[in-house]
């Protein structure tokens, strides 16, 4: 910390239990009382350097004739700014420093220590002290703000808290080197024994850190809430960019915000939650009121405050019982990002107080309203826009998908809670656009994890909840799981059922159009080739890739029909232990109709091959005909 001395002379005050007295020789005139202190002085060195010791000084004397007394009650800093005041008026040396420049400043200004009382007066001393010294320094200029929280309206009058708060933010928003530069020697940083960095020739204290664009985020991290706050809006006004200013919102919210991190070490007390590491311990009254100040101060734009931190500002919010709009705030910021976020940022546990679910369901469908009205606000997909195959893995729709992902696997994770009642699953699950769903398989695991958690569901309930399910959108993994799951509906199974027969026609027939397109360039080749060429070996060539169609076809056929028939054995399996003959009657009939389906299809593929066959060999003997 940089200093300044004052005065000459040795000193000449000595304390003796609650009294300073100045030893000159000549006996003292005048007591002035300073609170709890008196201090025995002399008349004329004070009358000669304050223009208010002058008039009181003078009153004094009038009244009383056995001495004078005077009562300073009122005197910022009490006795122990006094005991500076009464030593410059001696002119016996003291030291002027950040840390008490401000009382010193305020004292004289209330003493009126001016020009007109003597050149070289208090006031002018200090300010020039202040301007040339405090002003100049990053770290003289913090410490004499923080001296102002104990007298701010009274430096306020004066203006030296918007002076310091410029001065900081000026320093703030420029390289650190040019407002200190550390001294050099050989090409690094001269260091004192004990490692700190000598500034102009000055022990700081402070080690050698790296300039980046945070490097005052920890000291500015010390102000009071009320100077913090000037502080940041004297940085937004000279346009310092919005992530720098979250940066430093953030780390202030974790100094004195310790519910921000999971694994903080907080006070054994239940009544007080505090900032272990530094040292500072703000009562649950407090952190309210700092956390709904800060959420006033958080940008508004998207990502410049971690998705983490929100989350954790939302718990710290829902513990100490934050105004609505502050909870609301926070999951309206949220929902911005949602995409950004993590499954264990959702588990936020339910703080209320009838602790009806483990955690707060009703919180996270809200945080999913706030980001699918964003998503449509800023020209995400819509519904009726997706049916254009073009858009399928667009970039409009990867953040809404990611978060449909995110929705499913908290599903699953709130689902074995027997208190999660069906109408907040279900509205939860709902929630999320069909088109944000790629496959099912996630929401289908979710709702078999509820079921298996609240068998005691009737089975209409189970139907409708299982109803969002899209058996269309189901992997054949999660197919085959649904067909042989016992807890699904009857009518869910079948629906399985049904479409997994629906993909296998739609299967064979594109293998029978492929196989058609195939055939018919081959005819059309051959027909040119023997056109042109008229050769028996055309012909031949053209009966070899025929037949080796039809071998393919064969082979494609066989493997789809026992495909199906191990279908239907598990369908008979399911059906012994379903016990109905309504069931096996209904596999046997899908298994019959899959086979005899198969079976047309592969008669009517070969009787097809062959018509081919035998319209060549007619083709080639009318050729050998003609010819001979």
Not at 386 to 408: M, N, Q, R, Y
Request: proline share 3%; charged share 25%.
């Amino acid at each position: 910390m940089s200093s300044m001395k004052l005065g000459s002379k040795a000193n000449a005050f000595q304390k003796k239990g609650q009294a300073w007295f100045c030893t000159t020789g000549l006996p003292s005139d005048i007591i002035v009382e300073v609170g709890s202190m008196s201090f025995h002085l002399h008349k004329f060195p004070l009358l000669s350097r304050s223009g208010v010791m002058e008039k009181l000084i003078a009153e004094a004397s009038g009244e009383e004739e056995d001495g004078c007394v005077i009562n300073l009650p009122d005197i910022l800093g009490g006795a122990k700014t006094f005991e500076l005041v009464a030593k410059f008026c001696y002119g016996v040396k003291i030291e002027l420093n950040a840390a008490n420049v401000v009382y010193l400043q305020i004292a004289a200004e209330q003493l009126e220590m001016t020009e007109d009382y003597g050149e070289g007066n208090l006031v002018s001393q200090t300010e020039l002290y202040l301007e040339k010294v405090v002003l100049q320094n990053w770290q003289d200029s913090l410490r004499a703000l923080q001296e102002c929280n104990g007298v701010l309206p009274h430096a306020e009058v004066l203006s030296t808290t918007t002076r310091l708060i410029e001065s900081l933010a000026l320093k703030a928003s420029m390289d650190p080197s040019l407002f200190g530069r550390p001294v050099v020697e050989d090409g690094r940083p001269l260091q004192s024994p004990g490692g700190s960095v000598l500034w102009n020739g000055i022990n700081t204290g402070a080690k050698l850190k790296n300039a980046s664009s945070d490097w005052w985020y920890e000291d500015i991290s010390n102000l009071s809430l009320p100077l913090y706050k000037r502080f940041i809006s004297a940085m937004e006004s000279r346009g310092i960019k919005q992530e720098i200013i979250g940066g430093s919102l953030t780390s202030y919210a974790k100094k004195y915000l310790p519910g921000l991190n999971r694994r903080q070490i907080t006070d054994d007390s239940n009544s007080h939650i505090g900032s272990v590491s530094s040292g500072t311990i703000l009562s649950e009254e407090d952190q309210k009121l700092l956390l709904e100040e800060l959420d006033h101060l958080f940008p508004t734009q998207k990502g410049l405050i971690s998705t983490k931190i929100l989350f954790g500002l939302l718990r710290t919010a829902m513990i100490l019982r934050a105004r609505p709009t502050c909870i609301s705030n926070l999951e309206r910021r949220i929902g911005m990002q949602l995409d950004q976020a993590t499954l264990e940022d959702l588990l936020m546990p339910n703080f209320s107080y009838t602790m009806e679910t483990l955690y707060n369901v009703e919180c996270v469908h809200r945080i999913l309203e706030h980001f699918l009205a964003m998503d449509q606000a800023r020209g995400g997909a819509s519904p009726g826009s997706v049916d254009d195959v073009h858009l399928i893995g667009s970039p409009s729709l990867i953040p809404i998908t990611v978060v449909a992902k995110l929705i499913d696997g908290y599903l699953a994770e709130v689902a074995p809670d027997n208190n999660l009642k069906l109408p907040k699953f279900k509205a939860l699950a709902a929630a999320v656009p069909d088109y944000a769903r790629p496959l099912d398989d996630g929401l289908y695991r979710a709702i078999d994890i509820y079921l298996k958690a609240h068998s005691w569901l009737a089975d209409a309930d189970k139907e409708e909840l299982c109803m969002l399910i899209d058996c269309q959108k189901l992997s054949l993994e999660a197919c085959t799981h649904a067909a042989l799951n016992e807890r699904l509906p009857l009518r869910i199974i079948v629906q399985v059922l049904f479409f997994e027969q629906l993909q296998l026609r739609t299967s064979v027939a594109s293998s029978y159009l492929v196989t058609d397109n195939f055939d018919g360039s081959q005819q059309l080749g051959s027909g040119l080739l023997a056109s042109s060429d008229g050769g028996w070996d055309t012909a031949v060539r053209e009966n070899q890739v025929l037949k080796v169609g039809m071998d393919s076809m064969r082979m494609h056929v066989s493997e789809l029909e026992k495909e199906c028939s191990n279908m239907r054995h598990q369908i008979e399996r399911l059906s012994m232990g379903k016990g109905t003959s309504t069931w096996g009657s209904l596999s046997k009939k899908l298994g019959l109709k899959m086979k005899s389906q198969m079976c047309s299809a592969e008669e009517g593929a070969i009787s097809k091959q062959k018509h081919k066959v035998d319209k060549t060999k007619d083709r080639h003997a009318k050729y050998n005909k003609t010819n001979h």
